[in-house]
């Protein structure tokens, strides 16, 4: 038996009819997030595609593709958000991006070139459509080439990461990656991936024991809402349900505490349990099980007809995540608008991170469906237009706006401070990452009217001079502040390091990358000073050495001192 | 005659390019992971590429080549000054292999290749000359951009027919691309890559380009270099490279003569200094040829 398995896999190999193609990524067509500037090429997903710049090298690197966050930092921070409910376990994905390739072809292995702080892919996805087709494809498909739990990867050296993937029955050349960087010590950095396949279907599918593992979980993920809300339709109609009172103990337990029970289903095993009896099915049904709506684990099967489904039952939503969903068609403007009007009443939390369906009036109709919100996340929603932001202003009751990666236009950023210092006084949370024109008058505004901030992000804003005393006056001023970037302002010196350490001994992270000025004596003071300090990054910080951060590391081990290098 | 802030060290010419088409012999390197610059010397850099990567057969295509001549009194403040200009040619090379770039606009390549240095996380420190040549096949022609005192010539029949301007800001001082420490900010020279000298003109099979750093220009008068030309036979890849070496070689001797009437002695006797000698400097010589395109 064994014999004629392996007779038959060697065939596979050498048949010359079938050659295996090998190509590395021609695009990189989609992304949620990374490190570097928008048109740059250093540390942006674009690096991605095309063979490998760096590999096998180790080190940190402009010509890699960088993920903007790592490890829990972010979920420690003051502008944290709160987890979804329901969130399926299995679901952990944090980024994603998305490479095309010349040929599609049916995939025999996906290698993943990484050149520092490994480990961060957790799950990789083929797509039926070739995004190169002139014509719209009939069906677009997802499948898990493979999907594991994040695991500590120890050491921070390059690797080719070899993952055993399952076998499909449709070519592809767009394939997805997705990442969790929670348990990475630094930013992760991806050089090249690597598509082997088939051109021809492969004429045997051999599984392993390990892929029937694989295929377990996908078919957790396959069977998601979508079938069971197209199955319960039917049900529904067909009077299949029985009829009748006898639910045997479930009629003694209380309404509510079948409903807390409930709770604690996910969104497709609740849709499955709808169909069982009556009763269940009102319970299902009821508009108290989703209050908190997490769809973006459901990215790849979610579409018009499943929100349709779920409409009647999300009459009191306030929590609504859509982030990932929608794109190559899935979701149509109209579709999304008829969701919203149904359910955007009691909207409070709305995510659309990623979300590439909408359009000016997507935003138009969440200006007037949802008089309620308060967090508004259009993090990547690249296509919208600059104009598409003036309906935002008629959200009066806005606590926290992401608009990452948008479009919308700031001609000068020292008015935006302005404006805010004016008119935000309470404002806690303030991300200025990469604002390319904000200059001391800006943050003279910032700090004499938000004196409550806690969290300020400035990272690579390079107009920002130290010696406008602009860090001085930012540590006088704000008390209050947990977490600082000031990454790769190359002014930064022991001056600001000395009134940081004087005025805000609650800081929590700071990031000092790239500055030759900061000396290890006044990072002694900030550490000795700040008690509740967690993170400090001097990566590239020319006085301080290694040495100094292994004194630093044994007289103040709670803090996490980076030091990332290139060579 | 001395000139204090270069250390003289000679480039040659050297290591094969990627693709061999035709014509480019290229100063010297160790090919760093991957990447083709070659910046040898203290203080100078260098690139040439055809854009594009091993996949396109396309007929049209564009070679971009450049030098880069770092400013040797960073040496001084701990600097070395070649990571700038070897780090400012990596990036241009990089940019025109990806396609980041407007033939017709080669200031456009030392712009954005400029901004690029300073997305770099390491806090780069230097300042430096470049000097860009683009040819477009489909059109024939050759554009140019330069900032400073390196240059390029284009020899056609036995004669110079483009070169060309040095910038000075005075004596002694070229234009020059710079990043300063946050306290030298306003008293270190730094010039905009838009005051970068830019020229397009026609050019013809045959015609050879030779782009260089000062080093060259100020130790070996035009006819020397032309003599030297004249010996290039046929448009092979080791023709070239010798031709370029021979070059670097009999400058960098010159260089070191201390009766010799340099071009820059000549020069400075011109201004009312009575020197003679070579001028110690780094040298960097490119050297290509027009000719028709092969697969």
């Known amino acids: 038996m064994m014999n004629s398995h392996r007779a038959i896999e060697s065939n596979i190999r050498t048949s010359p009819l079938n050659a295996e193609v090998v190509q590395y990524a021609k695009e990189v067509v989609d992304f949620s997030s990374h490190y570097g500037s928008e048109n740059s090429m250093s540390y942006t997903m674009w690096n991605l595609a095309g063979v490998p710049n760096v590999f096998p090298s180790s080190g940190d690197f402009t010509q890699t593709a960088v993920f903007r966050t790592y490890g829990t930092w972010w979920d420690q921070c003051p502008s944290a958000s709160l987890p979804f409910k329901r969130t399926p376990p299995n679901f952990q994905s944090q980024d994603y991006v998305e490479l095309t390739f010349e040929q599609q072809v049916y995939p025999t292995a996906v290698h993943v070139l990484e050149t520092y702080h490994p480990g961060a892919v957790i799950r990789i996805l083929a797509c039926s459509a070739n995004p190169y087709s002139p014509s719209p494809p009939a069906e677009v498909r997802w499948e898990i080439l493979w999907s594991e739990r994040p695991t500590k990867v120890n050491a921070s050296q390059a690797r080719q990461f070899k993952p055993c993937i399952k076998q499909i029955n449709f070519p592809t050349n767009l394939i997805r990656l997705e990442v969790n960087s929670s348990l990475l010590d630094y930013y992760t950095e991806l050089d090249a991936v690597v598509l082997h396949g088939m051109k021809d279907k492969p004429v045997l599918s051999l599984k392993t024991s390990l892929i029937d593992m694989n295929d377990l979980e996908d078919d957790d993920y396959e069977e998601n809402d979508d079938c069971g809300m197209d199955n319960l339709n039917k049900k529904l109609s067909s009077t299949a349900l029985r009829e009748g009172p006898n639910n045997g103990y479930f009629d003694k337990l209380p309404y509510e505490l079948i409903q807390l029970i409930l709770n604690h289903l996910t969104l497709p095993d609740l849709c499955r349990l709808a169909q069982t009896c009556k009763l269940l099915n009102q319970h299902c049904y009821d508009p108290l099980q989703y209050i908190h709506l997490n769809l973006q684990p459901y990215w790849a099967k979610l579409n018009d007809t499943s929100l349709e489904f779920l409409q009647a039952r999300c009459t009191l939503v306030q929590w609504l995540n859509l982030s990932w969903t929608g794109n190559r068609g899935f979701i149509s403007v109209a579709g999304f608008s008829r969701f919203l009007k149904v359910c955007g009443s009691e909207l409070v939390r709305l995510e659309l991170s990623c979300s590439h369906f909408l359009n000016e009036t997507c935003l138009e109709i969440i200006s007037e469906m949802c008089p309620h919100l308060q967090e508004l996340n259009l993090s990547s929603c690249d296509k919208l237009p600059p104009q598409a932001f003036n309906h935002i202003a008629k959200l009066c009751g806005l606590k926290r706006l992401v608009l990452y990666r948008t479009k919308v236009e700031i001609e000068d950023y020292d008015v935006i401070a302005s404006m805010i210092g004016a008119k935000c006084k309470k404002l806690r949370t303030l991300d200025l990452w990469r604002c390319k024109n904000i200059t001391e008058n800006g943050i003279a505004e910032l700090a004499s009217g938000c004196p409550l901030l806690e969290e300020l992000d400035l990272g690579w804003c390079p107009t920002l001079q130290s010696s406008t005393g602009c860090f001085a006056k930012l540590a006088r001023h704000l008390p209050n502040l947990q977490k600082l970037f000031l990454t790769a302002n190359r002014s930064v010196c022991d001056t600001d390091i000395e009134e940081l350490a004087c005025n805000c001994t609650r800081l929590r992270q700071l990031d000092i990358l790239g500055t030759r000025m900061v000396s290890p004596m006044s990072l002694r003071k900030l550490l000795e000073s700040c008690k509740d300090l967690s993170l400090l990054d001097v990566s590239f910080c020319s006085q301080i050495d290694n040495r100094a951060v292994l004194e630093f590391n044994g007289s103040f081990p709670n803090v996490f001192i980076k030091k990332s290098f290139t060579q | ?295």
């Not at chain 2, 010397?41 to 040439?48: A, E, H, K, N, V």
């Not at chain 2, 880069?68 to 990571?83: C, F, K, L, N, T």
């Not at chain 2, 099979?205 to 036979?233: C, H, R, S, V, W």
């Open chain 2, 1 to 295: 005659m001395t000139c204090t802030d270069h250390q003289g060290e000679m480039l040659n010419a050297g290591v094969a390019p990627w693709w061999s088409v035709d014509s480019h012999s290229r100063s010297t390197a160790q090919p760093e992971a991957g990447l083709m610059a070659g910046e040898r010397s203290d203080s100078g850099g260098s690139f040439s590429c055809l854009r594009g990567s091993a996949e396109w057969r396309a007929k049209r295509s564009e070679q971009v080549g450049g030098v880069a001549d770092g400013v040797g009194g960073w040496r001084d403040y701990g600097v070395d000054p070649s990571q700038f200009s070897g780090t400012l040619m990596r990036t241009c090379e990089r940019l025109v292999k990806e396609g980041r770039f407007v033939p017709s606009n080669p200031i456009g390549i030392l712009t954005t290749s400029y901004c690029e240095l300073l997305q770099n996380k390491v806090p780069l420190l230097g300042s430096s000359t470049a000097c860009i040549v683009v040819l477009d096949r489909t059109s024939h022609r050759l554009h140019t951009a330069n900032l400073g005192d390196s240059g390029f010539l284009v020899v056609r029949g036995g004669e110079v027919v483009h070169r060309s301007d040095e910038q000075q800001h005075y004596f002694n001082t070229p234009f020059q691309l710079s990043i300063a420490p946050p306290e030298a900010e306003g008293v270190v020279l730094s010039d905009s890559p838009d005051a970068a000298d830019s020229t397009s003109f026609d050019v013809q099979l045959g015609d050879i380009i030779l782009t260089a750093t000062d080093g060259l220009f100020d130790n070996m008068p035009d006819y020397m270099i032309l003599q030297e030309l004249k010996k290039l036979k046929n448009s092979n890849y080791e023709s070239i490279q010798q031709t370029a070496r021979s070059i670097a070689e009999q400058a960098h001797e010159l260089a070191y003569d201390p009766n010799y009437m340099s071009p820059f002695a000549q020069f400075a006797c011109d201004n009312g200094l009575n020197v003679r000698g070579g001028k110690p400097d780094d040298i960097t010589v490119l050297l290509s040829i027009v000719a028709e395109y092969t697969d």
